[in-house]
């Protein structure tokens, strides 16, 4: 600071001392300090001029400004807000006046850093010592006080009070500006929207037009590399800092980078963001005007927070990281990849292709031989993917078992994939031949989002699990209006079910020698709400798959058993009620004691019932449907083979499951009339006489059908012929003037 009388003053020394007066090299200080004088008494202007004449302070000149009414003031405040002191007479137009202005700098104005010294003429006009509190003013000082020392005394003090408020107030300001700008940054998550945050930011502070660049090390090359751009830089976003055209700015930069400080000079502050040399963000931007020693205190505050907004994001980006990637494939993650796959449809490249590669049977292989070797196993495939497939494709790991590649229909092809895995793969230091199937499509539509396309996808792949396992299925449009129907289709019939809007049908079984009533099979029937009759082909399939099928057969059972007993007391029963029993019923536990439930519900004995399970159930676990179907047998209850022939190949099951028929599907029974057609029923009927089991012939619709099957010894039939599946009305009818004579059914 220089004044003339700087050697006499002790608290002027005191101020240069404690260093707030201390430059930062290269800052010029240029702008004064505005100090307003505001008094009626024209000799008081012409003092204060005086006393103050070249006088600096702080490194700045002072400029003072002058006002002889409140209401002079008032205007002059409108348009000059950085006004540091006000030195003000508080008796001028009014006797309050001047307390008039300092409720409007405070309240209207908003001013709060400026800071007030009040002089009066008289002692007697001294405000409270409340309105002194109330109106945060500095000092009071009646007007003989004010001396060219005491003057300078009042205002040195002022000042530096003046500046810790602005840069509190500033700080504070930039915080503000820091936690909004973190919380949208932490939004994007990501270092390079903080980054051009920062720009924004730092020209926001010195009040100039956002021109800068930021910069940091890129993660491959290790060189510092541009991060974010604004402004006449814009477009240099990914260069070398070695490569930037201003040998300036470069320099700058690697100056902040190299020695981990904060670089400030007359047109541009170059703000170092970390805790190390070497490792940190340096962020450059230009000013038009010279750069203020204030601004430069502001900016290594703002820096400091910056710096540890930048850990913070570091550390998210590292969650992120974490939150995206598949632990121990270090491959991106089912979400990731839909951001992948959005990224790409947002290229608007329609040649893309997205396919999703299943290990077959990974549950099984996982159980026979072990987690361990489950996770080996699709290390080898991932290695095996990302070794075919090519850098230009994208390999995520998507669920437990499953792979998404992304990229070029032509290198993305699902023949092309397939034949990745002709070799066997090496796990566990053994060849593994691996089995996979694949869901396929073409990102051909710009209007379907990475999400559904991945569920297009999943569609492509379902199909291709159920019917064309070992292969691959192309997702059609269609597909999609399939999976859609059925979801649909499931809600109806759940609403069907919950509506009572389902009933069962019977379908008699007879001896095909005697013509006798031995059995009725129990259908069920859905009829919607069109007045349609929906088949069960289409809708017990999509119950099996949902779980529903497990209500839902419980119901049949129970409803069959009911008019099992309703006939029994009209003395229209016959033997048994068959009811066909799906695998997921068998898997659920309590089965057994469902079907006694039933049984005792309807007070019927269990041989009165039969349930037909199809060839499927014997691939379930060795062992538990014995158990299950033994307990069935001992109970009572008669078990058969349905659709024998169609199903698993293997017959060994015959054999080793307790079983009391077996049903020729009525494929056989309508292929006979063809030539050499009923080899095959003839087989089946051989197998069940030689297995000792009952036969039991289904699709029968003429009378030369029951002659043929009679003639190769099948025991029963059911059929057309005989009847169709009947209502219990029409059953009940059926039931009282059914022919009784065989020949009724033998003869055309
Ligand atoms: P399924 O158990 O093999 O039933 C015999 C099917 O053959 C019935 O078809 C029946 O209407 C039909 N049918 C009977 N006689 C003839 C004939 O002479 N010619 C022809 N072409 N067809 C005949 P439906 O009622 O459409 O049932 C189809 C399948 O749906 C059943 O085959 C069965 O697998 C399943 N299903 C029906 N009701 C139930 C049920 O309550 N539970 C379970 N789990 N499945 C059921
Ligand atoms: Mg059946
Ligand atoms: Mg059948």
Redesign the pocket.
């Given at each position: 600071m220089t004044t003339p009388h700087a050697h006499e003053d002790d608290f002027i020394r005191f101020a240069e001392d404690d260093g707030q007066g201390a430059l930062p090299s290269g800052v010029s200080p240029l702008r004064a300090w505005n100090i307003l004088v505001v008094d009626d008494d024209e000799d008081v202007h012409q003092t204060t001029r005086f006393s103050l004449e070249g006088v600096q302070l702080f490194g700045r000149p002072l400029a003072l400004l002058h006002a002889t009414s409140a209401a002079q003031a008032r205007d002059l405040l409108h348009t000059t807000r950085d006004v540091a002191v006000v030195l003000l007479d508080v008796v001028m137009e009014t006797p309050d006046a001047g307390l008039g202005l300092v409720d409007h700098i405070r309240n209207t104005l908003q001013m709060m850093a400026t800071r007030i010294v009040l002089r009066t003429g008289q002692p007697g006009y001294a405000p409270e010592h409340e309105t002194l509190l109330r109106y945060d003013i500095n000092d009071y000082k009646t007007k003989s006080e004010l001396t060219h020392h005491k003057l300078l005394t009042a205002i040195t003090t002022a000042l530096r009070a003046y500046q810790q408020l602005c840069l509190i107030e500033a700080s504070r300001r930039g915080l503000e500006q820091i936690v909004a700008a973190s919380g949208e940054l932490l939004r994007a998550a990501g270092i390079q929207r903080f980054a051009s945050g920062v720009i924004t930011q730092i020209a926001g502070i010195l009040g100039t037009r956002p021109e800068g660049i930021v910069c940091a090390r890129g993660q491959a090359t290790g060189g510092y590399r541009v991060l974010a751009a604004a402004g006449q830089y814009a477009g240099l976003v990914g260069l070398p800092v070695e490569r930037l055209q201003d040998q300036h700015v470069a320099a700058l930069l690697e100056q902040a980078l190299q020695s981990g400080q904060s670089v400030f000079t007359d047109h541009a502050s170059v703000l170092f963001l970390g805790e190390r040399q070497g490792d940190g963000m340096a962020a450059f931007v230009q000013s038009d005007a010279r750069i203020q020693a204030m601004d430069v205190q502001l900016l290594r505050v703002f820096c400091t927070n910056l710096t540890a907004c930048r850990n913070q994001l570091l550390t998210l980006e590292r969650l992120h990281h974490v939150a995206y990637e598949d632990p121990m494939l270090k491959l991106p993650n089912r979400t990731r990849f839909i951001e992948l796959l959005a990224q790409s449809l947002a290229h608007g490249d329609t040649n893309q292709a997205l396919v999703l590669v299943d290990v077959d049977d990974f549950a099984g292989i996982n159980d026979l031989m072990g987690h361990d070797y489950g996770d080996e196993l699709l290390r080898a495939m991932a290695k095996r993917l990302a070794e075919s497939a090519g850098s230009e494709v994208v390999l995520a790991r998507v669920s437990g078992n499953a792979f998404g590649l992304l990229g070029p229909s032509d290198i993305v092809d699902p023949e092309r994939i397939l034949s990745f895995f002709v070799t066997p793969l090496q796990v566990a230091g053994k060849p593994h031949r691996v089995s996979v199937t694949l869901g396929a499509c073409l990102l051909n539509d710009p209007g379907i989002d990475g999400v559904n396309w991945l569920k297009n996808a999943s569609i492509a792949l379902k199909q291709a699990k159920r019917d064309r396992r070992g292969r691959f299925v192309r997702f059609t449009p269609e597909m999609a209006q399939h999976a859609r129907n059925r979801t649909q289709m499931l809600s109806e019939l759940h609403a069907a079910f919950d509506h009572n809007h389902l009933y069962?049908?019977y379908?008699p079984q007879l001896d095909l020698r005697t013509g006798e009533l031995i059995g009725l099979?129990?259908?069920?029937r859905w009829r919607g709400h069109d007045g349609r009759m929906v088949?069960?082909?289409r809708f017990?399939p999509l119950a099996e798959q949902s779980g529903l099928?497990v209500g839902l057969?419980d119901w049949?059972l129970k409803t069959a058993c009911l008019t099992m007993r309703e006939l029994v007391q009209q003395g229209l029963a016959p033997r048994r009620m068959a009811?066909?029993?799906?695998v997921v019923?068998f898997q659920t536990p309590g089965f057994v004691e469902r079907i006694q439930h039933a049984l005792d519900t309807a007070g019927l004995r269990p041989d009165q019932l039969e349930l037909?399970i199809?060839e499927s159930v014997s691939l379930l676990g060795h062992g538990v449907i014995e158990t299950l179907l033994e307990r069935l047998r001992a109970m009572g209850v008669s078990i058969s083979i349905?659709?024998f022939g169609t199903g698993y190949s293997s017959l060994s099951y015959l054999e080793r499951l307790p079983l009391d028929r077996i049903?020729i599907?009525?494929a056989f029974v309508?292929r006979m009339s063809a030539e050499g057609g009923p080899r095959i029923a003839e087989l089946i009927a051989q197998l069940g006489q030689k297995l000792g089991l009952q036969v039991l012939a289904?699709?029968?619709?003429d009378a030369h059908a029951w002659r043929s099957l009679a003639a190769m010894g099948v025991h029963e039939g059911?059929?057309?012929?005989i009847a169709?599946?009947l209502d219990v009305p029409e059953l009940l009818e059926w039931l009282r003037q059914r022919p009784t004579d065989p020949r009724h059914y033998t003869q055309e």
């Open positions: 069962l049908a379908q099979e129990a259908l069920m088949p069960p082909d017990i099928i057969g049949g009811v066909n029993v799906s019923q037909e199809t349905d659709d049903k599907d009525k309508t289904e699709g029968i619709e059911q059929g057309y012929h169709r599946p």
